[in-house]
């Protein structure tokens, strides 16, 4: 699995650096996660996103961008005693996670991007609370997700990035192991809300 990964983005990373231009830039964000399947709900779980991007302009309203991401997945719920809710769980997921965006430049501020991710399961954690719980079911070493949303520029260099996604495969199987229909287990839905700075100039050569 790590052969084909590793494949995979050096092939893109390649596809980059041979185009005639191209930028590139940081990402730093929040993010607000949940696993569907886990019987609890809302994007309760916050996590960090950090990381760089290199992008390259297919044609005048079209732009293909390629980021490399720390990404902090999960879920969680808090207790609430006074409410006699004493039950907490906090699941914490690890992601080294590498999204391919087609971009559309609506205007020169509003860009729409869509596209899928592949990311590699660097951690994972479930606590409960007892306490950390011991590894039960394990998940999946890798995790395929499609992407939607939107980049509106601020400054020259400076843009905000609101982004929704969502698992294409279960990142963990149900309980009982087995398959229903479409629903193979648990899915990892995410919302990531990043500032994006790119790097002065407005393209570099690839040479």
């Known amino acids: 699995m790590w052969k ?6 050096f092939v893109v990373v390649a596809g980059v650096a041979a185009a005639q231009q191209f930028r590139a830039g ?12 886990d019987q609890l709900s809302g ?5 960090i996103v950090a990381g760089g991007f290199v992008s390259t302009t297919l044609s005048p309203k079209f732009d293909m961008a390629m980021s490399i991401l720390y990404f902090q997945k999960g879920s969680k719920k808090n207790s609430d005693p006074e409410k006699e809710d004493y039950v907490y769980y906090r699941l ?4 080294f996670e590498i999204p391919l965006l087609l971009q559309w430049k609506y205007n020169n501020k509003l860009i729409f991007e869509a596209g899928p991710s592949a990311g590699v399961l660097l951690s994972s954690e479930e606590e409960d609370e007892y306490g950390v719980l011991p590894s039960r079911r394990p998940f999946e070493d890798m995790e ?17 990035t609101a982004r929704m996604s969502n698992s294409i495969l279960a990142v963990r199987k149900h309980v009982s192991g087995e398959d229903y229909r479409f629903n193979k287990g648990q899915y990892s839905s995410c919302l990531l809300f990043a500032l994006q700075y790119k790097f002065s100039g407005k393209s570099a050569s690839a040479e």
Do not use: C, D, E
């Open 4 to 9: 084909s990964f590793l494949t995979v983005l």
């Open 26 to 37: 940081l990402t730093a964000g929040i993010s607000a996660t949940q696993i569907s399947g």
């Open 43 to 47: 994007f309760n779980k916050a996590g």
């Open 92 to 95: 914490r997921l690890n992601y």
């Open 144 to 160: 395929i997700a499609a992407h939607l949303g939107m980049n509106v520029t601020i400054v020259k260099q400076l843009s905000f």
